[in-house]
DNA sequence: GAAAGACTAGACCGATCGGTCTAACAATGC
DNA sequence: GCATTGTTAGACCGATCGGTCTAGTCTTTC
């Protein structure tokens, strides 16, 4: 038997997708009740403010995603340094495996959308969820909690930067170079 | 007599800001033609491949003007730091002026848009002529060509990440720390 | 002044948009 | 078996979408 995932789960996953490719109002509801093979009855069932609740959603869920990633960067990760490179080579092997045009649906969210304020107040908590479970790392790892708070957001911040451009290159080496760029600066 | 601005130019500038706030898909041509006072006619006869070709054209823009920023913050800057500084300083006095809601049309670019290839190139370019700005003054600061390519890279990919963070947060402040995050970054 | 090219003007078009709504089916509890 | 609740299903709707196209005006050249 087949393992099924629930209708609300196929939908926030279909979703993430095609905003992923195509940003949020470049995609369809139709799209999207295609992809996750539900009609739109469904939708606004379980999504009552429909495609806006949806995209939240979305973010919230990929929030989540990006949060295991670095749960399993840092876990082990000897010193900080090591937990964010191991974060970034593990960001770039998924960067090839998708295809590399793909977006983040958080940032996505933060450039469009009738819904202004809720988009960028739902941005601001899923990157503030990303960055307090890196700076939980830091802490763990000896840092003052500020140090670990100013340490977490530097790498989101950074690592946000090098996605950008590694999509608009199709380079996954640019997110791999992220730990030599913060910890190994240029000197002035 | 009022100094107009050609056509072109209106259009430009009317979809320059409108798909800061809205985005690509987010922003119709009669938004767009409102604000520039053109009809649709013109629209055409100027960006004969609509939309899209408009929106190449506000990147386009927007880089100019970005470097143009970078020019003005570099041009009598002691050192690299410093014009990065001033830069992030001017940038940030733009985002308090601006609506703080407001992305780069760049960075919308990516993540949207029914030509896709298209407009990442078009985004590539916009980010390489960004970059390759900074790094001149890197190399007239006395860096090797390499080491100013590097720098400039990791500033803009900084400052990226910082706009994005200041928009999610409405913090121009975040801006104004670049400089310490990649120049004063925190020790192992 | 006429011709050609540049540019403006806006009606029209088929397609897509997200939301509304009624009907039907499925699951659970009594 | 019936009632209630949860969930699926998809037709329908008015609005907006970007592009096409014809007609008109303006500018330049001969």
Redesign the interface.
Known sequence: MTEELPTRDRLIQAATRLFR??????TGLTEILTEAGVPKGSLYHHFPDGKADLACAAADWTASEIIRVIDDSFRTAP???HGVTTFCYKMAKLFDILDS?D?CPI??L?????D??RF?TQ??RS?DRIIAAAARYGQALG?APD?AQ??A??F???????W??A????KSDILRSLPS???G??S?
Chains 1, 2 share one sequence.
């Open positions: 490719q195509r940003g949020y109002d470049g010193d900080w340094r045009a977006a940032f996505g933060l450039f469009e959308g009738p202004h304020d960028r941005a601001e990157f840092m140090t100013d340490a957001e530097t989101i911040i950074g690592f946000q930067g090098c950008t451009l999509r608009t290159r199709r760029r913060l910890y600066a240029p002035q």
